[in-house]
């Protein structure tokens, strides 16, 4: 018992932050695939992914994070400031 309590307590330790919208690729619409559940009489988790997949909605405030893109930008600088050092 002592393993769960400890276990609960760190999972309440920790600091989550809130996802920013323009972070997510899609959005869903929970009020209509919560009225489609209900008219089959089923909860949303036993829908099929094809029938979850039929609510989600792109998001056009989407801003995907390129990790290259600041790679690419390292790269230049790295190269800049070798080509100021080595003189040819």
């Known amino acids: 018992m002592l393993i769960q309590e400890k276990k609960f307590k760190d999972y309440l330790s920790q600091k989550y932050e809130p996802v920013d919208e ?3 690729p ?3 619409d929970f009020r209509s695939i919560k009225a489609y559940a209900d008219s089959k009489g089923v909860a949303i988790v036993s829908l099929s ?4 997949q039929q609510f989600m909605i792109p998001n056009p405030n989407y801003q995907k994070k390129r990790q290259d893109d600041q790679g690419d930008r390292s790269l230049i600088f790295f190269q800049e400031t070798t080509a ?4 040819p």
Do not use: F, R
């Open 22 to 24: 323009s972070e997510m």
């Open 84 to 87: 100021s050092i080595v003189k």
């Open 49 to 52: 992914d094809e029938e979850k």
């Open 26 to 28: 899609y959005l869903v």
